[in-house]
């Protein structure tokens, strides 16, 4: 694969999960490629060494996106390192289910500084530090972004946000050659899927006879759309949500 070739990626989020398979993926494409991470460096660490082991090239850099300080040397630390940035994958997130009566601030706060905050930071970065070519983003939504899942009120109003934030800046950018898209993944296996439910197999049954096409979502499959979206393949979309989810709904 070479369709990223020149090209240098941020995706924040990336020590685990979907984060760390799009910088794989996107390393095997040709691209540098910047490991965000809030607090988990070892595994930060360990995707970065992955990547260098199959002859990419890769630096992690801790940072978290829900302050503006921070979001501002990841920029600068990846242009230290790599000299340009061309695609933003705004991936970190977080989440928490719970009914109504045990909703919090600090969880709203909490959700929303780190989902949509950390987006609109990290996006108005990067239109500062994209050359006269544009560029790319990629947000992460949910298909509970407009399912009515019960329990995620938080978390689907949050996403919800973001699906808007990134109709508004793909507009918005547009004239710049910014182009700026949405995934929305369904029920994917990760790190932080198997402790949803306290790793019940009733949850994972649940969720798999909502989903089509009969399985799980693997890391992988996000991570090949998310390609696409970084791609010159995708020059001409902008303002997608694009669902990934095996007919999940």
Known sequence: ??????????????????????????????????????SGGADADRVVTEIAGNGGKAVAV?????????????????????????????????????????????????????????????????????GHDGGSVINFSTIASVGAIPNSVVYAASKSAVDAVTRVLAAELAPKKIRVNVIAPGATQTEGFATLGGGSKDLENYMLAQIPMGRLGQPDDIA??????????????????????????
């Open 62 to 130: 801790q940072g978290d996106v829900s302050k503006a300080a921070d979001v501002k040397r990841l920029f600068a630390e990846t242009k230290a390192k790599f000299g340009r940035v061309d695609i933003l994958v705004n991936n970190a997130g977080v989440y928490a289910f719970a009914p109504l009566e045990g909703v919090t601030e600090a969880e709203f706060r909490r959700e929303f500084d780190i989902n949509v905050l950390g987006t609109i930071l990290a996006t108005q970065e990067a239109a500062k530090h994209f």
């Open 224 to 249: 090949q759309v998310a390609l696409f979206l970084a791609s010159d393949q995708s020059a001409w979309v902008t303002g997608e949500r694009i669902a990934v989810s095996g007919g999940q709904r």
């Open 1 to 38: 694969m070479s369709e990223l070739t020149g090209k240098v990626a941020i995706i924040t989020g990336a020590s685990r999960g979907i984060g760390a398979a799009i910088a794989k993926w996107f390393a095997a494409a040709g691209a540098g490629v910047v490991v965000n991470y809030s």
